[in-house]
């Protein structure tokens, strides 16, 4: 009887073992050197967004985290303006590889931020953004996923 628990018991522990080795593996996203080009707007994965506007976007997630508080990637758009009334919502790096955008606080602070630039805007910003496009490198952290 001892040698046929102690023979379940290491059939669990393979069990077990083999179960985790199914666990779909974690790798870094990279944003390569070429990618800066544009390329990555060609990926099969990437969303085009026509907006009201006129205005089309383009967007590619190099990676969301498992919790989904936490996403990086890639972001491409031409002339638009808008008029955030209500904060922002997410904490959001950006690092300018073309183009620009002029960011306007509700207290009438003027930021300018040219390709080259890098700016970060907290989930409470509250003001006017002003583009005539700009292909940008983001990061977003929202406390509950709803911002990604």
Known sequence: MKKLLVTVIAIGAAVGALSHSHVKPAYPAKISAADLDGSIFQREDMTRTEHESGNVTLD?????????????????????????????????FMYFIEGGVTLTSA??????????????????????????????????????????
């Open 60 to 92: 590619v997630t190099s990676l969301k985290s498992s919790d989904g508080k936490f996403a990086s990637g890639m972001y491409q758009s031409g002339k638009s303006y808008f008029e955030a009334t209500d904060p922002y919502g997410v904490d959001e």
């Open 107 to 148: 207290d009438g602070k003027v930021t300018e931020i040219q390709a080259g630039d890098a700016v970060t805007i907290p989930k409470e910003w509250i003001g006017i953004w002003d583009t005539d496009g700009y292909t940008k490198i983001w990061v977003i952290y929202s406390e509950d996923g709803s911002g990604l």
